[in-house]
């Protein structure tokens, strides 16, 4: 969006698991198709770039006129359960984890970043982590 100052555009969550958000200056993202099951098939889709464009269009339709600068592809790491892993790795005392953010990690992952520093600095998180713990893909002996 040259000539467009984006830098306080509001980050933007669809029903349809769509965003839209921005980075300084003029710059506008928008995305992304989800695509579970797919292995790690990297190609890019028409269908795929037309349904986030449309949605992106249908919201924000003054974006009409702005340069369609890339599509890009990009793998973002998800869990079983849709959680993030937030937290000290088992076993590791000096390693602590935040990844599993599949596509939220971009709108999610600042915050889950900043609770994560809270445990390395050993103080009290405004999250209870438990539900996010790395250990809870761990086997469970019989």
């Known amino acids: 969006m040259p000539g467009h100052d984006t830098n306080r555009w509001p980050v933007v969550l ?23 099951g797919s292995g790690f098939d990297y190609r890019q ?6 349904r986030v464009l449309g949605q992106a269009l249908a919201i924000a ?34 390693l602590f984890i935040a990844t599993g953010h599949g596509p939220t990690g971009l709108t999610m992952g600042p915050y889950s970043g900043a609770l994560v520093v809270d ?12 539900p996010y713990a790395p250990d809870r893909f761990a086997r469970i002996p019989r």
Do not use: K
């Open 14 to 36: 669809t029903f349809q698991g769509h965003y839209l958000l921005t980075f300084p200056r003029d710059r506008v993202v928008a995305g992304a198709t989800r695509e579970n």
């Open 45 to 50: 889709t028409a269908g795929g770039v037309h």
């Open 61 to 94: 339709p003054g974006l009409a006129a702005a340069t369609l600068r890339d599509v890009r592809i990009g793998f973002r790491p998800a869990t079983p359960d849709g959680l993030p892993i937030l937290g000290r790795a088992p076993g590791a005392e000096n």
């Open 119 to 130: 445990l390395i600095r050993g103080e009290p998180t405004s999250l209870n982590l438990r």
